[in-house]
Structures are given as C-alpha cells and as structure tokens.
C-alpha cells in the first residue's frame, strides 16, 4: 500500500450547539484520487477548512505528509494545492498576472516561476486569454483560472472543491482530463462533487460524508455492491397475469416485482445472467413481451440509498 | 515574498477604480471647489499679505516734521523676517505722472508728502488701508512726540526710545508669511485625503484573510507568511496614499497657486503621519470587521466623520469642541493633521507641533500593533 499522505483521525468541529464534523475519520493515500461525496451540509468543507488549517477544531488530528498540520507550517502548504469552490481570483490582474501572483507565494525563483505558470496556462488552455482581465472571461475560463492559480507551483497534494461547478461539457471535460494527468504526474487528489458520474469516472476511491461522519469508503464498485438491488429490469408485458408475475418473482436472486403502466419492473439483488433467466422463463410459459431493458445500479443509487432522499438545506 | 507581494498590491490598487477616484480625483475636485468658493476672499483676506507697491511726492512745502516720514518709508521697504517688505516705494516728481502710474496699476497708492502727508488710494481694499494707516501711526506717533517735546522734553529721548520699540509700523501688520486663514479649509481636506488610507487597509485586509474573502482562503492556504504578507500590502497601500498626498499638495501649492506657508517637505512629512494613522486605523478596522459592506462604509465614515470634526466643512467646529470637549481635536487624526500644518505654517516648529506629531505617530503604533495581536492568530472559529 502506498504511503498515507493526509490521516484524519476523530474530527470533530462545532459550531455552537452544532455539530458539523462528527468523529470523521480519513486517509488518503500517495498517489489516488479521493473522491469526497455528501449531500449539502454534510460537512465536507468544513472537513476541508479544518484540513488546511483554516478553521479551529474542537477534537481531533491531521497529519499530512506525515507531519502535524497547522497554521504555521509552511513547509507542508508549500506543497499543498487548492482549487476552491468559488472563483478566487484577484479582479484587477490579468489571467497572467493572476497566475503569478498565486504561484509566487510559493515559488521564489523568477525563472522556476515563469516556467511554471506558463506550463499552468497552457495545462488549462489559456495561453491565448494571458492579457484578459477574469471579467472578460466565461464562466468556463474563469473556473479554468481558478484551476491554474490553484495547481500553477506543482503542488504534490491538490485538493478540488466542486470545480466543475457551472461549467459547460467541453469545460468539464477538459478540467477532467488536466486532473487525471496531474494524477498521473504524481499528485495525489482529494475531489468534492455532486457531480456522481465525474466522481466514479474520476476517483479510485470514494468516501461518503453525511451528518458530519464517514458513512462509506470504498472504489465505485465496492460501494455499489453494498445496494440490494443490483440489476433492475424493465419489459414491456401485454399479459400481466397473476400467475406471470408469480412465475417472475420465483426466479433466483428476483426480489421484487412491479407492474409500472405498460412494463414490468424486476429488481434482483445480484446473479449473473438476470435477463436471460427471465427471457427463457417468458419464453418456456409462451408469454409475449416487447421491449427489454436493463440498468445496473449507479453511483447516485448508492448515495441517495445511504443519504436518503429527503432534501437538505 | 515581500516584495512580489508589495508589487502585486501595488499593480492592485492602481488599477481599482474606486482608489483613483476617491483618494486622487474627489481630493483634487473638493480643492477647487473650496478654491472657486473662497478663492477671491483668499487673496483678499488680510492675513494674505503682499508688498504694497506705493508712489510718493515731496511737495515744496515739506515741513521738518513730515520730511521725517520719508525715513519710515525707507524702513518700511526693508525685508522682514519673513523675507516681505511692507512697502516698495517709488519716487514721483509730480501728481499726474503718480496718477497716471496709479491708473495703469503700477502702484496702489500715493503719499503727497508737504504741509500735511495726503494719501490717494486708487480704490477700497486691504492695501488702501494699510496705507491709511502707515500714515495713522505716523501722525500720532508725531503728535504724541511733539506734545512731549513741548510738554515734557525731558522725557523726549525715553518716548522716542519707547515708540521705537513698539515698531507699530510692523506690528500692525504682522503677517504670517503667505498663508490664509481660509487655508485650513485646504489642511482638513488634506487630513481627509490622508484617513481615506483606512479604506485601503480594509482591501489589503480583505485580499489577504482567509474569513474575508475566497482569494483571502488562497492566501492563507499558502506557503506566505500572514504578518508579513499584511505588511507589504499595508507599505503598498501606504506608499500610494502618499502620492495621492503629493498630487494634492502640489496641485494646491503651484496649480491653485495657494501657499501653504511652509516648505513642501513639511506638508508631506504631517499628511504622511496622517496616512500612516490612516493605513493603521484601517487595518484595525478591517481585523475587527467581517461584514464586507462595512469593510467598506466603516472606513469612509471614519475619514468623514474625524474630517468634519477638523473643520473640513464647518470652521468654527473645532473651536466649539476645543471649548466642550477639548479630547476630542487631541485624538482626532484630521484634527491632528490640520492642527499641525496650522501650527507650522502660523508660529512654526513650535513644541505644540512636534507634539501633535508624536500623537499621530502613538496612534499609528498602537493601532498597527493591536491589529497585529488580533491578525496573527492564524485559523479561525467559522468563515
């Protein structure tokens, strides 16, 4: 297993009364991408501002890097790099200027420092929007400045918070794209979305807060193994008799069935072949059927199935 | 570190709108506005002196007694202290040529100097007078030695001594350099300009703190020293203040062409002090505040607020709290401010004013250290 490059042990942090981190236990090791999901309120920025030492804690430890992270220790910042939710980008200076100013907190050297941010502009494709003041630029390239102010000193721990927010396919792609090559290049990623189908394309493991406390850890598929359901499939059925629908139910690993207007829902909790067994069982009773279909469960399955599905603030 | 900081907060506020316009346009617009309001009772004030250009005649009938004036002109044309001579005369040989002289405003008055001293004055103003009361002085002078040589010549040589060193010619027009009391419009607005460095503090403040703003977080998620990255946007901010100053005080010095009755350096050593409580002030402010529109209003109300009570609207304010509430113009910075450049420009480096400078320079120290205590504690309970 690869070294630990952040331990989080029994966070915790109130606000008055309320409890935001709750025993919130994290690793993450050198060279993943983390994925940290929860719904609104769960607690990940907290989480996060606490990481980076932003906010005080009631209880708890961080280590990054293997060492005690706190407000005061530069050296473990220096290699610490973070895109944050909203745009933080000083308005009055160019995308350039932007860039160097956020990367020369870190690198001193002028010559190292232009190499860098250079590479930064072309890594986020905006060598061509240098002069341009963030007012000028979209809501994609602004989210794209964010990015390479953030990650421009080659940081070996970044950590992206919803970057992806409000920004069109082409963008998000691309922003994707950078992250798994930095990923490649030898940062290690921790990454907040709500985006589910960019956590399970991005992530190679995936942490799930709510209230406050880790309610799962695992890769995408280990997650999705946790869920009853497995397969749900869906076929139009003209004849919905008792005795068909009996017929269905009895089938190994069906554990519900479902009339759904013109279709038939079956849920299985696991098997191999599900459609194939219910096909040859329709076929065999001389049933006629219509369209089939089937759906494997997603990554948004599992959280609505461990957060639940009443809204949150 | 420092000095990329310093630069970029540099490159920062030049290029902020709001600073252009409020801490370099509104102070030059506010100097001419009081400029076309006062400027016409400025360079009347009597306070506002300048050497009376005056022509004279020695008539033929010139007694003993009045030839005697022509050795007060003569003293009256020597330089003073402050490098102005009352007078600059010019002799004439007869009336219509001193008329003629008069008319084409070559001089402002003419003494006929025979039986009796006339004076002609082209028209009603501040020099007519002063030359009326050269004359004045003189005649009593005169008679009062005249009655004493008749009455008392004893004591002759002990009233002429006496008289002599009562100097009533000068006393009586005892001007303070070139400075108008109106002038202390132009040093409160001064003052002004100086305390609206507070409102740069809060946008130092506000680009560095992580509980401020979202580049505040990125900062201080970096590997920057927090004290030391406040420091640089502070000199930053402090440095353009000053321009800010030098613009003003050389666009009222050599455009308005209004003296400040003491040297440049002067001004700018006070409106510095003034900047520096102003950056210091600010920064207090903006360690203490959260609310970004405060951030904003909170300064702005600070510089008016202490700006009115140093006069930059009402003249007489200071004088009414001097009587109330003296505390007050102690520990108001404008007030300070204006007090100081009144003091050297009026009686010069009195002990009053290098006080009122050591006061401005407490203010600044203890503000920026008390800042710092609450600045340096490096995370924070909520942001």
Same mark, same amino acid.
């Given at each position: 297993?690869?070294?630990?490059?952040?331990?989080?042990?029994?966070?915790?942090?109130?606000?008055?009364?309320?409890?935001?981190?709750?025993?919130?236990?994290?690793?993450?090791?050198?060279?993943?991408?983390?994925?940290?999901?929860?719904?609104?309120?769960?607690?990940?920025?907290?989480?996060?501002?606490?990481?980076?030492?932003?906010?005080?804690?009631?209880?708890?430890?961080?280590?990054?890097?293997?060492?005690?992270?706190?407000?005061?220790?530069?050296?473990?910042?220096?290699?610490?790099?973070?895109?944050?939710?909203?745009?933080?980008?000083?308005?009055?200076?160019?995308?350039?200027?932007?860039?160097?100013?956020?990367?020369?907190?870190?690198?001193?050297?002028?010559?190292?420092?232009?190499?860098?941010?250079?590479?930064?502009?072309?890594?986020?494709?905006?060598?061509?929007?240098?002069?341009?003041?963030?007012?000028?630029?979209?809501?994609?390239?602004?989210?794209?400045?964010?990015?390479?102010?953030?990650?421009?000193?080659?940081?070996?721990?970044?950590?992206?918070?919803?970057?992806?927010?409000?920004?069109?396919?082409?963008?998000?792609?691309?922003?994707?794209?950078?992250?798994?090559?930095?990923?490649?290049?030898?940062?290690?990623?921790?990454?907040?979305?709500?985006?589910?189908?960019?956590?399970?394309?991005?992530?190679?493991?995936?942490?799930?807060?709510?209230?406050?406390?880790?309610?799962?850890?695992?890769?995408?598929?280990?997650?999705?193994?946790?869920?009853?359901?497995?397969?749900?499939?869906?076929?139009?059925?003209?004849?919905?008799?008792?005795?068909?629908?009996?017929?269905?139910?009895?089938?190994?690993?069906?554990?519900?069935?479902?009339?759904?207007?013109?279709?038939?829902?079956?849920?299985?909790?696991?098997?191999?072949?599900?459609?194939?067994?219910?096909?040859?069982?329709?076929?065999?009773?001389?049933?006629?059927?219509?369209?089939?279909?089937?759906?494997?469960?997603?990554?948004?399955?599992?959280?609505?199935?461990?957060?639940?599905?009443?809204?949150?603030? | 570190?420092?000095?990329?900081?310093?630069?970029?907060?540099?490159?920062?506020?030049?290029?902020?709108?709001?600073?252009?316009?409020?801490?370099?346009?509104?102070?030059?617009?506010?100097?001419?506005?009081?400029?076309?309001?006062?400027?016409?009772?400025?360079?009347?004030?009597?306070?506002?002196?300048?050497?009376?250009?005056?022509?004279?005649?020695?008539?033929?009938?010139?007694?003993?007694?009045?030839?005697?004036?022509?050795?007060?002109?003569?003293?009256?044309?020597?330089?003073?202290?402050?490098?102005?001579?009352?007078?600059?005369?010019?002799?004439?040989?007869?009336?219509?040529?001193?008329?003629?002289?008069?008319?084409?405003?070559?001089?402002?008055?003419?003494?006929?100097?025979?039986?009796?001293?006339?004076?002609?004055?082209?028209?009603?103003?501040?020099?007519?007078?002063?030359?009326?009361?050269?004359?004045?002085?003189?005649?009593?002078?005169?008679?009062?030695?005249?009655?004493?040589?008749?009455?008392?010549?004893?004591?002759?040589?002990?009233?002429?001594?006496?008289?002599?060193?009562?100097?009533?010619?000068?006393?009586?027009?005892?001007?303070?350099?070139?400075?108008?009391?109106?002038?202390?419009?132009?040093?409160?607005?001064?003052?002004?300009?100086?305390?609206?460095?507070?409102?740069?503090?809060?946008?130092?403040?506000?680009?560095?703190?992580?509980?401020?703003?979202?580049?505040?977080?990125?900062?201080?998620?970096?590997?920057?020293?927090?004290?030391?990255?406040?420091?640089?946007?502070?000199?930053?901010?402090?440095?353009?203040?000053?321009?800010?100053?030098?613009?003003?005080?050389?666009?009222?010095?050599?455009?308005?062409?209004?003296?400040?009755?003491?040297?440049?350096?002067?001004?700018?050593? &006070?409106?510095?002090?003034? +900047?520096? %409580?102003?950056?210091?002030?600010?920064? /207090? !402010?903006?360690?203490? $505040? =959260?609310?970004?529109?405060?951030?904003?209003? &909170?300064?702005?109300?600070? +510089?008016? %607020?202490?700006?009115?009570?140093?006069? /930059? !609207?009402?003249?007489? $304010? =200071?004088?009414?709290?001097?009587?109330?509430?003296?505390?007050?113009?102690?520990?108001?910075?404008?007030?300070?401010?204006?007090?100081?450049?009144?003091?050297?420009?009026?009686?010069?480096?009195?002990?009053?004013?290098?006080?009122?400078?050591?006061?401005?320079?407490?203010?600044?120290?203890?503000?920026?250290?008390?800042?710092?205590?609450?600045?340096?504690?490096?995370?924070?309970?909520?942001?």
């Amino acid at each position: 297993m690869n070294e630990k490059v952040i331990q989080i042990d029994q966070l915790v942090k109130r606000y008055g009364e309320n409890v935001a981190v709750d025993h919130f236990h994290l690793e993450v090791y050198d060279g993943e991408i983390l994925g940290l999901l929860g719904p609104n309120g769960s607690g990940k920025t907290t989480t996060i501002n606490c990481l980076l030492s932003l906010l005080q804690y009631d209880k708890g430890d961080i280590r990054i890097f293997g060492k005690e992270m706190r407000p005061e220790a530069y050296d473990i910042k220096n290699q610490i790099g973070v895109v944050m939710q909203n745009v933080a980008v000083v308005d009055t200076l160019n995308v350039y200027e932007n860039v160097d100013f956020f990367c020369g907190l870190y690198v001193g050297d002028k010559k190292l420092r232009k190499q860098y941010v250079e590479e930064a502009l072309e890594f986020t494709g905006l060598t061509d929007y240098k002069k341009y003041k963030p007012k000028k630029l979209s809501g994609g390239l602004l989210r794209r400045l964010n990015i390479a102010c953030g990650i421009a000193h080659k940081p070996k721990l970044i950590i992206f918070d919803e970057p992806t927010v409000a920004v069109d396919p082409q963008s998000r792609n691309a922003i994707l794209e950078g992250i798994k090559k930095m990923n490649r290049d030898g940062a290690t990623v921790i990454y907040t979305s709500h985006y589910m189908e960019e956590v399970e394309e991005l992530c190679s493991r995936i942490v799930i807060m709510d209230h406050g406390k880790n309610v799962a850890n695992g890769t995408a598929t280990e997650l999705k193994a946790t869920l009853m359901n497995r397969e749900t499939i869906r076929i139009g059925l003209p004849e919905k008799t008792e005795s068909v629908l009996q017929g269905l139910s009895e089938i190994n690993h069906v554990y519900k069935v479902k009339i759904d207007g013109d279709d038939v829902v079956i849920k299985c909790d696991g098997g191999d072949h599900n459609l194939v067994h219910v096909l040859s069982y329709l076929t065999d009773q001389n049933v006629p059927f219509g369209r089939v279909s089937t759906e494997l469960p997603t990554l948004n399955d599992v959280f609505l199935e461990i957060t639940g599905k009443e809204l949150r603030d | 570190m420092f000095g990329r900081i310093f630069y970029y907060k540099i490159k920062e506020l030049m290029r902020s709108y709001w600073l252009i316009g409020w801490n370099f346009l509104f102070p030059l617009v506010l100097a001419t506005a009081f400029y076309l309001g006062f400027g016409r009772m400025m360079t009347d004030d009597p306070e506002f002196f300048h050497t009376i250009p005056v022509g004279y005649i020695v008539s033929e009938d010139v007694t003993e007694e009045n030839a005697a004036f022509l050795d007060v002109l003569a003293e009256l044309t020597k330089e003073r202290e402050d490098d102005v001579a009352v007078l600059k005369t010019t002799e004439y040989d007869d009336r219509e040529a001193a008329i003629a002289a008069m008319n084409a405003n070559r001089i402002s008055g003419i003494y006929i100097i025979g039986a009796d001293i006339e004076t002609i004055v082209a028209k009603n103003s501040i020099s007519a007078s002063t030359l009326n009361q050269i004359v004045r002085t003189y005649e009593n002078h005169a008679t009062t030695l005249i009655n004493i040589a008749k009455d008392h010549p004893e004591s002759l040589q002990k009233a002429m001594d006496l008289l002599s060193e009562e100097n009533t010619y000068i006393k009586e027009h005892t001007f303070q350099r070139e400075t108008s009391a109106y002038m202390q419009y132009f040093y409160a607005l001064l003052a002004m300009t100086a305390l609206f460095s507070s409102w740069i503090s809060t946008v130092i403040l506000e680009g560095i703190c992580a509980n401020k703003s979202e580049s505040g977080k990125r900062f201080e998620v970096s590997g920057a020293g927090k004290l030391s990255s406040i420091g640089a946007g502070l000199l930053a901010g402090l440095l353009l203040q000053c321009l800010s100053n030098t613009v003003v005080i050389c666009y009222i010095e050599y455009v308005l062409k209004l003296s400040f009755g003491m040297p440049i350096w002067c001004v700018m050593l &006070v409106t510095t002090l003034g +900047s520096g %409580v102003g950056i210091s002030v600010g920064c /207090l !402010m903006g360690s203490l $505040i =959260k609310n970004p529109a405060l951030l904003v209003v &909170v300064p702005l109300a600070f +510089s008016m %607020v202490c700006s009115f009570f140093s006069g /930059l !609207m009402w003249g007489n $304010i =200071k004088q009414i709290l001097e009587y109330h509430c003296p505390i007050v113009n102690r520990i108001n910075p404008a007030a300070l401010v204006t007090d100081c450049l009144y003091i050297r420009s009026t009686y010069g480096a009195t002990p009053m004013y290098y006080q009122n400078l050591v006061i401005l320079a407490a203010i600044t120290v203890g503000a920026m250290l008390l800042s710092s205590l609450i600045l340096r504690r490096r995370n924070y309970v909520s942001l």
